[in-house]
């Protein structure tokens, strides 16, 4: 056992199901290796013993006169200055307003961002949908380029910063990508867009869970103005996200939702916003969420950022090293166990003559073993790194609209968190060389309406496990 693996010995106990196991085809019960965190992650046990604790005093919050909600009310704003703590926000100058999730979120600044006839948002190639999609089509979308491995083109960014000075409102791009795990220079280019006259939106929700976030000083030439991450994604899936943001920027405009809650006073010809960040919460808060949130923020500061930075970049490594074993591999984005600094542990890639679908469905039903496979809500920036030629694409899109899936371009993802082991690992190798060497108990067959494969004559059945 490595110095990490002891490392996550200490950590798998705060880890809700990481013991857990799951039937096999064989019909052996084995435990269940989860590599699919860069989907979302198992809760922690000090979140769930928070959950429970305060579920006897839930209440309401805000203008509820009675001790539950006055005792809730206090809760869901110490979240928030949790929140902002552990961001190193500027409380005179920023707020956290809470969605559901990160998606949600970049959708709200999208709607609230107002842009001119001739102003851009500037994103980029490597954007998960939810940091692209709100931009095409709430304002007019340029993108910054990426090179052949995937890693963002800064001379891109400087260029296009450089030639629509004046005219770029915003710059939206990713803290750390979830096909590659490029961790991107977030301040060189926050420092990059406000010397052009820009702001910058950082999508965090890769990078929150493995990495510290600093927002940084309002007059910090590196300020992030707006940070944004996810709940389910730092071991509190309790539907909660959080949008650190200026102040000054939620009190222009009306908020994208309106209802209860975001209200001074209405009458029947008008109605006056209240202040931030109550003005863009409309309807009644996710309290438990925010305290979900809150609390594994606290737990992450007592393991210690440094723990788990290190303990990642040794897992990476060790994968990207034990992976050259296995001939026919494709790894996309870098391959070399030395490049870990800048990196996350997410490691996608694809094995020669096995389409994706198929591995992930044999490495679930044979060795218990979560992995993620597709485009991971990464379409463009996946196709470019595959290679897709626009021929292909044209071919793939017509199939999609018959209702075939069956040869969806993709690859497999597998991503690490705090609590995965070196050993797990191995048992994942040991896997895709089982696979490789045509070690495959069952005998799968593909459903073309989704893509999916099943071992033929054989489905989980998930009675006795959990039932509603």
């Given at each position: 056992m490595s110095v990490y693996d002891s490392d996550a010995e200490k950590i798998r106990p705060l880890i809700i199901g990481c013991e857990q196991k799951v039937p096999t085809l064989s019909g052996e019960m084995k435990p269940y290796i989860n590599f699919d965190n860069a989907a979302s992650t198992p809760s922690f046990k000090p979140v769930l013993e928070a959950i429970n604790q305060f579920m006897p005093w839930y209440s309401?919050?805000?203008?509820?006169?009675?001790?539950?909600?006055?005792?809730?009310?206090?809760?869901?704003?110490?979240?928030?200055?949790?929140?902002?703590?552990?961001?190193?926000?500027?409380?005179?100058?920023?707020?956290?307003?809470?969605?559901?999730?990160?998606?949600?979120?970049?959708?709200?600044?999208?709607?609230?961002?107002?842009?001119?006839?001739?102003?851009?948002?500037?994103?980029?190639?490597?954007?998960?949908?939810?940091?692209?999609?709100?931009?095409?089509?709430?304002?007019?979308?340029l993108f910054v380029e990426v090179d052949e491995k995937g890693r963002l083109d800064l001379e891109d960014l400087r260029g296009k910063l450089k030639t629509y000075k004046g005219k770029i409102k915003l710059l939206a791009m990713t803290g750390a990508s979830n096909v590659t795990g490029y961790i991107n220079p977030i301040y060189q280019a926050a420092q990059m867009a406000h010397e052009y006259g820009a702001q910058i939106l950082v999508d965090a929700a890769q990078l929150a869970p493995h990495r510290p976030l600093d927002i940084k000083a309002q007059n910090d030439p590196q300020h992030i103005d707006f940070l944004v991450f996810s709940g389910h994604k730092i071991y509190a899936p309790f539907g909660q996200g959080a949008l650190i943001a200026d102040i000054a920027f939620l009190e222009q405009g009306m908020p994208d939702q309106v209802g209860g809650?975001?209200?001074?006073?209405?009458?029947?010809?008008?109605?006056?916003?209240?202040?931030?960040?109550?003005?863009?919460e409309a309807g009644t808060p996710n309290v438990v969420g925010a305290l979900a949130l809150a609390k594994a923020l606290q737990v992450f500061q007592e393991i210690g950022l440094d723990v788990i930075v290190e303990h990642e970049k040794e897992l990476t490594r060790y994968a990207l090293q034990r992976m050259k074993e296995i001939p026919g591999i494709t790894i996309y984005g870098s391959d070399d166990p030395q490049e870990v600094d800048d990196r996350l542990?997410?490691?996608?890639?694809?094995?020669?003559?096995?389409?994706?679908?198929?591995?992930?469905?044999?490495?679930?039903?044979?060795?218990?073993?979560?992995?993620?496979?597709?485009?991971?809500?990464?379409?463009?920036?996946?196709?470019?790194?595959?290679?897709?030629?626009?021929?292909?694409?044209a071919a793939f899109e017509q199939r999609l609209k018959e209702g075939d899936h069956s040869d969806i371009p993709g690859a497999i993802r597998m991503s690490f968190g705090i609590y995965n082991t070196r050993q797990e690992i191995d048992q994942f190798i040991q896997a895709l060389k089982d696979i490789k060497n045509k070690k495959i108990a069952g005998l799968y067959r593909q459903n073309k309406a989704t893509g999916e494969f099943h071992p033929e004559n054989y489905r989980f059945s998930f009675k006795g496990y959990f039932e509603l």
């Open positions: 309401s919050i805000h203008r509820g006169a009675g001790f539950k909600s006055q005792l809730s009310t206090m809760v869901y704003d110490k979240t928030r200055e949790i929140v902002l703590q552990y961001c190193k926000a500027e409380p005179q100058f920023h707020t956290v307003v809470y969605g559901k999730n990160t998606t949600e979120l970049v959708n709200k600044v999208s709607k609230r961002l107002i842009t001119a006839d001739d102003e851009f948002v500037l994103t980029t190639r490597m954007e998960h949908h939810s940091n692209d999609l709100p931009w095409r089509y709430h304002q007019k979308a809650g975001v209200i001074d006073i209405v009458d029947n010809d008008y109605a006056y916003w209240t202040s931030p960040p109550d003005k863009d542990g997410v490691i996608t890639f694809n094995l020669d003559d096995y389409y994706h679908a198929f591995v992930s469905a044999v490495l679930t039903y044979e060795h218990a073993i979560g992995v993620r496979n597709g485009c991971f809500c990464a379409h463009p920036y996946l196709k470019r790194l595959l290679k897709v030629t626009p021929e292909q694409n």
